[in-house]
């Protein structure tokens, strides 16, 4: 397991917005671990989770296209 992240550090690594990480994990798209106060994020596990959404979007945008 590599070292787990902060949002600010996750969010950093994948050039997004601080708040955008914090809504997808609010939303429940990206797991993460609470640790006392803190939010810590597994990238290796985040990264799959969201590489996963990404297939499951174009799957269904394909099945969209076809169907409609």
């Known amino acids: 397991m590599s070292r787990a992240l902060t949002i600010r550090e996750f969010a950093k ?3 997004v917005c601080y708040e ?7 939303r429940g798209e990206l797991p993460c671990l609470q640790v006392g106060n803190s ?3 597994d990238p290796e596990v985040a990264k799959a989770h969201l590489a996963e959404a990404a297939r499951k979007r174009q799957e269904n945008r394909e099945r969209d296209r076809l169907v409609g």
């Open 13 to 15: 690594d994948l050039s």
């Open 39 to 41: 939010i810590r994020i």
């Open 20 to 26: 955008t990480v914090r809504r997808m994990i609010a």
